[in-house]
């Protein structure tokens, strides 16, 4: 949200980019902090195909689906359409938190 906030002190990439990647780190977090045994490629895969599939879900617009994205918690989740932008922003957020898991908390 900061990224939306302050967008006009920020460079464009980064007020359009940021906050897709910060959605997907915040997965990736969410699923080390359920699966906390698992090696660090498991959470990255599984945050992955989660991350994707919310992407992927965006191409099917039913009237029940697209009135649950009008209610904002929804669309945080859900989003509103399909973008290969949001696939890379996606996986860039994923790799940065797998990068920090094995550099910064498990060294190896």
Do not use: N
């Not at 699966?35 to 895969?45: E, G, H």
């Not at 918690?73 to 898991?101: K, N, P, Q, R």
């Amino acid at each position: 949200m900061a990224s939306r906030h302050y967008a006009e002190y920020l460079p464009a990439w980064v007020q359009q980019y940021a906050g897709d990647a910060l959605w997907a780190l915040m997965v990736y977090w969410a699923f080390a902090f359920v699966f906390r045994q698992k090696p660090a490629i498991y959470i990255a895969v599984m945050a992955m195909a989660f991350s994707y599939s919310i992407e992927i879900s965006q191409l099917y617009h039913a009237p029940w689906i697209d009135a649950l994205r009008e209610k904002p918690l929804a669309a945080l989740v859900l989003g509103y359409g399909f973008l290969w932008s949001d696939i890379i922003s996606y996986t860039i957020g994923i790799g940065f938190g797998f990068a920090v898991e094995k550099i910064i908390f498990r060294h190896s």
